[in-house]
């Protein structure tokens, strides 16, 4: 059984995400990422700051949702 993160930890994740108003097409979202990612041939240092290879804002959502 996997545990779920303190919802302190999960509320401080999500705080660093752009909240998103409610859209038809997106309906199942509630956060996403600040910055768009870089392009596929920036290279690998600049794509680390920029947090292109952070965890991924769903993982955040399901825990919150839990």
Known sequence: MIST???ELIEK???KL???????????RRWT???KPLHKYSPL???IKNGDYD??????????CD
Request: proline share 9%; aromatic share 24%; glycine share 4%.
């Open 5 to 7: 993160p303190p919802i």
């Open 55 to 64: 965890d991924s804002p769903y993982r955040w959502q399901i825990n919150y």
């Open 33 to 35: 990422r600040k910055g």
């Open 45 to 47: 240092a600049d794509k």
């Open 18 to 28: 752009q909240k998103l108003n409610y859209n038809q097409f997106f309906w199942w």
């Open 13 to 15: 994740k999500l705080s």
